[in-house]
């Protein structure tokens, strides 16, 4: 948390610097925010993970060292669990990654919506278009929300296939 924390100073600094006729000419400020809180909560999550690189290769050997102690040779059919759960890994990681790309792409519809609209509140309360209004945001939002429990449950079967596989060897 204190890394995403700093990230988010630090690149909000950056951009208070940065004259408003640079950004508005490759993207919006809602497109700019979507980035930077989207790129900082990946590189905090991916701080988090970074011992799972050491971390993980060494739990298998290990499982399967204790393994043909326990079972001899056998623990051969534990190594080709591990291997054929790998291919799988990398579908589920794939349609996450899909989803995530989609949903980056409603997500920053859906804060253009919500910028369009608080800049023209006043001709929208004028003319009393808030409930058509509030009914495009709910429907790009219904549809983000889609796309995040999709990769949600993507993500759980990750998690399932990686904190099963030692038990199951």
């Given at each position: 948390m204190c890394?995403?924390?700093a990230l988010v100073d630090t690149v909000y600094g950056k951009l208070l610097r940065v004259h408003s006729s640079a950004l508005s000419e490759s993207m919006t400020s809602g497109?700019?925010?979507n980035l930077v809180g989207t790129d900082c909560?990946?590189?905090s999550?991916?701080?988090q993970y970074l011992h799972q690189l050491w971390a993980l290769p060494l739990q298998i050997a290990v499982a399967l060292f204790l393994l043909y102690q326990q079972v001899g040779f056998a623990f051969i059919g534990g190594l080709v669990f591990t291997i054929l759960l790998v291919p799988l890994n990398q579908l589920l990681a794939s349609k996450i990654s899909k989803q995530v790309e989609e949903n980056l792409k409603q997500r920053d519809s859906r804060v253009k919506l919500m910028g369009e609209a608080l800049s023209a509140i006043r001709v929208i309360k004028f003319h009393a278009w808030e409930k058509w209004f509030s009914e495009r945001v709910g429907a790009v939002r219904t549809k983000e929300m889609r796309t995040v429990k999709v990769i949600k449950y993507l993500d759980a079967w990750c998690v399932y296939f990686w904190a099963t596989t030692p038990l199951i060897m």
């Open positions: 890394v995403r924390g497109q700019v925010v909560q990946k590189v999550e991916n701080c």
